[in-house]
């Protein structure tokens, strides 16, 4: 279970920056002069592009490894909230909001298939209960994060220094995510992630 404890800690920076942004996004994007329905076609055009993408990012990660995949994602976000920091109109945002989508089917694809990768099937429900409780602290401090900053600091502020803070993360992710044989010898029940075969 360490292991997935230190997949955790890897991606805790982006689960509490996924927070502070998407609790204020909506008022930014109004800001920039977009509609509600625009609002509402844009994060529609962000999930259809994680919908597209899931798929073939999946068969990515079986081919080249979780961590790889997982990494993406983590420098993926950085780069599209710095890109809603720059953003200067609508149509800025479209693109950016594709980005986004992309982003969460890495993320979506990798990380819960590494988590289930890293621990013997008998344990995948107590990892996978871990894996939600960061998820859940992350938007725990995420929101109130973003709420503050944004009225103290401003939009643009706020998610370049969630960009930023993404960027700590991936930086635990190349220390702390196992590689691909690591993870291999952890679901099989020989490394940390399981346990040692009964005699």
Do not use: H
């Not at 529609?44 to 079986?62: K, N, Q, V």
């Not at 993406?72 to 986004?100: C, H, Q, Y």
């Amino acid at each position: 279970m360490r292991s997935v404890l230190l997949v955790c800690i890897a991606i805790f920076p982006l689960l509490v920056c996924s927070g502070i942004v998407y609790t204020v996004l909506s008022l930014y994007m109004a800001e920039l002069g977009t509609t509600k329905s625009q609002i509402g076609l844009l994060y529609t055009f962000g999930a259809l592009a994680g919908a597209i993408t899931s798929p073939l990012l999946g068969r990515l990660g079986d081919k080249w490894g979780r961590k790889p995949l997982l990494l993406a994602s983590m420098a993926l976000f950085s780069t599209v909230f710095a890109g809603f920091a720059l953003a200067r109109n609508p149509k800025d945002l479209l693109f950016i909001m594709l980005l986004e989508g992309s982003a969460w089917g890495a993320l979506g694809t990798s990380a819960n298939a590494l988590i289930a990768d890293l621990v013997p099937p008998e344990k995948r429900g107590t990892a996978l209960g871990v894996y939600n409780t960061a998820w859940n602290l992350g938007w725990i401090i995420g929101p109130v994060t973003g709420g503050v900053l944004s009225d103290c600091l401003g939009f643009r502020k706020t998610f370049l220094l969630s960009s930023l803070f993404i960027l700590v993360g991936f930086s635990l992710g190349l220390a702390l995510l196992p590689s691909k044989a690591e993870v291999s010898q952890a679901g099989s029940g020989d490394g940390p992630g399981g346990s040692a075969p009964e005699a």
